[in-house]
């Protein structure tokens, strides 16, 4: 299977940093196309200088990125910015226009599309985040979930192949979490978009195919979520929230009761505790 | 405080004012401050009245926005009026004289006149500024400054400048109000004591502000790069401006304006 | 130290075309001693309440008792600086307060505003550092050169510097990593009983008003629409939907339970509670057994 996203010993120090310090550590992973694929790992770990070297935000001290074939350089990096999507974690910060049509417009400004194909895209896009209501509105009269919405529906609008969530959600309350996790699942669905969610909510880590866990710039591990939640109380020391059932059968554990060692889902969890019930 | 200022702020409508092209609003309203020295009579002013009220009634605006407007500057306006009462050299019977102050008839006339200017003058471009959101303004005066492309003036970038700006003011102010909320619950009086203990108040205030700011800019500027901003060449337009007969039909008003001015001057 | 609200109605900007309303008929009572969350889904008057607490906004009519204090329309600005040192604020974000050039410098701000000398501030200074967790070398330093969590540590540490009666918490793990959450909740239960604080803490994380509150407000529309402890607020989850508010997750998992047919009496709050009724239940040698009757189970 060819991969989408090929990142192969990736080092990468800031320029303040002293000759053996590094951000990052030999990082090298590879994610497959219409893959979903979550990055954890607590705040300073470096995850989000990650995400910012894969578009070029920021160039590596050593090792290669390829996005769709590309290798990137001075050369292409123009050309990988249109094939990546990037919503970072500040909703204000990351509003360019003055309305929330003109903010969707943006990248496909940049991109000299034409105007009518513009406007088409612009409504579509917002169409689909449900936000067509607010395409005149200013961004000083949307919450943090509308504005992340029309972020992300920027994204749809310039249609680029992966979307990097910079842990998009962290500043919204849950309700605006909750909007944006469903607009991010039903873009997922409406098209073979590869996402990248860099991340602490459980939530959205759980909605991965595959979870990289970042710590001190290095890639500790790699697995499944049900790989990785299996970690139980571990994981806050990673950077992730504890899954309501772990935190359950921690509790469970405190009063006595043998628990099974392998992750369960809540609904696991759930029958689980009703199959004791009935063989009790 | 900021909330008292009238002038320069938007009330969003649906009348033929707000719909003028803002190109058309921002050189008229120039055009018309131009013409109002046209005027030279009470005549020729109670035109002028007549035309400014009429556009304000068209706006729907309601007229204590206007009246707003000029009451922040209105010891400005007297100081200037009473300034031209007290040392214009006018002809017509004399009043009063004392050293080089001299009240005469044609003194106080003009200082009359003025006081109409300057009425005028915030009537029409807080008609122009109530009825055009910013950004509207910001496309306008994109437009008008795109001859100097020609002379290699970055003009779209100037424009993108303008519009960003215009984004962030109301960021910034709940950003403001948030950190003087938070120092004034650390003890800070903020307007309270004299001028160095107000100075020093404020840089509390500042230092935070600017530091936001910055990480803000920077924030930005990351975003608007991996959005493949490149700077203004080989981008194409989302806001475009139209100009409407509505638009022309303001124009001819106003030439039948200057016109009648000219017919009407003493 | 009591905040009492009494027929509180405040208006953004009254008489001018902007007039909005913000809180409507508030009466309530934070009571000394207790850790009171506020909640209420954004937008519902929270943080208008909260600028309440101190005088930093006055009622438009209705009277605040702050301690002793009386705030009504007319309260002059003047002398509010002693409330202000007896009720602490930490806003969102609190980090961006930030400004001095060190640590120090930047925690002694407070006191020194209210009178205390500069050498009694930074030594204040000094002990409230250790109280939130930092080590002393970082004293000297520039506030801007510290990683977030401990600029926040640090801007927490600058308001208990006043030596605070009641210190109101808003959103104060809002951006922090799970981890640093944990260690902040944890820290605020232990200052609130080393300082003998009374707490408000403005959140939107059920999980956390049911492991620390005693008290609860909820707000909706401007108007405190319940008040009472975290079980009863919990006790009612199709209210809470109906006011855009969550579930602790522990309550949200039992009612699920619940409707696949397990008993329970109350709903718990914790998992803990949930550990201890769900060990009752199954292991009946331990809790005598009286709820055999027919459960429907739909699998």
Not at chain 1, 146 to 152: I, M, N, S, Y
Not at chain 3, 15 to 21: C, I, Q, S, W
Not at chain 3, 123 to 148: H, I, N, Y
């Amino acid at each position: 299977m060819s991969s989408i996203i090929d990142v192969e010993h990736l080092n990468y120090r800031y320029p303040q940093q002293a000759a053996d310090e590094l951000t990052l550590r030999d990082i090298s992973f590879t994610v497959a196309p219409g893959e979903w694929v979550a990055i954890v790992g607590h705040n300073g770990s470096g995850k989000s200088t990650l995400a910012k070297n894969l578009n070029g935000l920021l160039a590596p001290a050593a090792g290669t990125i390829t996005v769709d074939g590309q290798v990137l350089s001075e050369e292409t990096v123009w050309d990988i910015r249109t094939k990546i999507g990037m919503v970072f974690q500040n909703p204000d910060n990351q509003f360019v226009g003055a309305t929330v049509a003109d903010d969707v417009a943006f990248s496909l400004e940049n991109q000299g599309i034409p105007r009518d194909e513009m406007l088409k895209r612009v409504a579509a896009a917002l169409k689909q985040v449900d936000m067509q209501d607010f395409a005149t509105r200013e961004p000083a009269r949307l919450s943090g979930g509308q504005k992340q919405r029309v972020a992300l529906a920027g994204m749809i609008a310039a249609q680029p192949q992966i979307l990097i969530l910079d842990e998009a959600t962290s500043m919204l309350d849950p309700r605006g979490r909750q909007e944006v996790l469903a607009t991010i699942r039903q873009m997922k669905a409406a098209s073979a978009l590869t996402v990248l969610s860099i991340t602490h909510d459980i939530d959205e880590a759980a909605s991965a195919n595959r979870v990289l866990v970042i710590n001190d710039g290095e890639l500790k591990e790699e697995g499944t979520p049900a790989e990785i939640f299996q970690h139980g109380e571990e994981l806050i020391k990673m950077g992730l929230d504890m899954p309501y059932a772990e935190r359950l059968k921690a509790a469970l554990k405190r009063q006595g009761m043998q628990v099974p060692a392998t992750y369960l889902t809540e609904k696991g969890m759930a029958d689980w505790l009703w199959q004791l019930r009935s063989n009790k | 405080m900021m909330n008292k200022l009238i002038f320069g702020r938007y009330v969003p409508g649906n009348s033929v004012v707000h719909r003028m092209d803002p190109r058309a609003k921002l050189l008229l309203s120039f055009y018309f401050i131009g013409i109002i020295f046209i005027a030279n009579s009470w005549l020729t002013y109670l035109v002028l009245f007549a035309f400014t009220l009429a556009a304000i009634y068209l706006s729907g605006v309601k007229w204590s926005f206007f009246i707003n407007g000029v009451k922040p500057l209105i010891w400005l306006i007297l100081f200037t009026v009473v300034l031209q009462v007290l040392f214009s050299a006018g002809g017509g019977h004399v009043y009063f004289q004392w050293g080089i102050i001299t009240i005469s008839q044609s003194g106080l006339i003009n200082g009359v006149y003025i006081f109409c200017r300057f009425v005028l003058i915030i009537f029409m471009s807080t008609l122009l500024t109530l009825t055009t959101p910013p950004l509207e303004l910001s496309d306008a005066i994109e437009y008008i400054l795109m001859p100097l492309k020609v002379v290699h003036f970055p003009v779209y970038e100037v424009a993108l400048m303008l519009s960003i700006a215009l984004r962030f003011v109301p960021t910034l102010m709940d950003e403001t109000e948030k950190i003087m909320n938070a120092q004034r619950a650390r003890g800070v009086d903020f307007g309270e004591g004299n001028i160095f203990q107000q100075m020093r108040a404020v840089v509390p205030l500042l230092i935070p502000l600017f530091v936001s700011s910055f990480n803000r800019a920077e924030d930005l500027a990351t975003a608007m790069e991996a959005r493949g901003y490149q700077g203004g060449e080989g981008r194409s337009k989302f806001r475009i401006l139209k100009w409407q007969m509505r638009d022309t039909w303001a124009t001819i008003s106003f030439a039948v304006l200057t016109v009648a001015l000219i017919l009407l001057r003493a | 130290m009591a905040i009492t609200f009494k027929q509180v109605d405040f208006t953004y900007q009254p008489g001018t075309p902007f007039a909005t309303n913000a809180l409507t008929d508030i009466n309530v009572t934070i009571p000394t001693g207790s850790y009171t969350a506020l909640i209420g889904h954004t937008g519902s008057g929270k943080s208008t309440l909260l600028q309440h607490l101190n005088a930093l906004l006055k009622p438009t009519s209705g009277t605040v008792t702050i301690g002793e204090r009386v705030i009504t329309p007319t309260t002059s600005n003047k002398d509010l600086k002693s409330l202000r040192q007896q009720v602490g604020i930490v806003f969102q974000f609190p980090e961006s307060q930030l400004f001095e050039e060190t640590v120090v410098k930047d925690i002694a701000f407070g006191p020194q505003n209210f009178g205390v000398s500069e050498e009694d501030a930074h030594q204040t200074a000094a002990k409230m550092l250790a109280l939130v967790g930092l080590d002393q070398s970082l004293l000297e330093r520039s506030p801007f050169d510290l990683s977030g969590g401990q600029m926040r540590r640090v801007a927490i540490a600058g308001v208990l510097a006043m030596q605070p009666k009641v210190l109101v918490l808003d959103e104060p793990t809002a951006g922090l990593d799970p981890q640093g959450r944990l260690e902040m909740m944890q820290m605020f239960a232990r200052l609130r009983h080393e300082q003998e604080l009374t707490v408000v803490l403005v959140t939107h994380q059920m999980d956390d008003v049911a492991d620390y509150a005693d008290n609860v407000i909820v707000m909706d529309q401007g108007r405190v629409v319940k008040t009472g402890t975290p079980r009863e607020i919990f006790a009612d989850p199709q209210w809470l939907t109906e006011h855009q508010l969550g579930l602790p997750k522990t309550t949200a998992f039992a009612q699920t339970l619940r409707e696949q047919g397990w008993q329970f009496d109350q709903l718990p709050l914790t998992e803990d509670e949930l550990a201890q009724m769900l060990k009752s239940q199954l292991a009946p040698s331990l809790a005598p057994s009286h709820f055999g009757e027919g459960t429907a189970h739909d699998e």
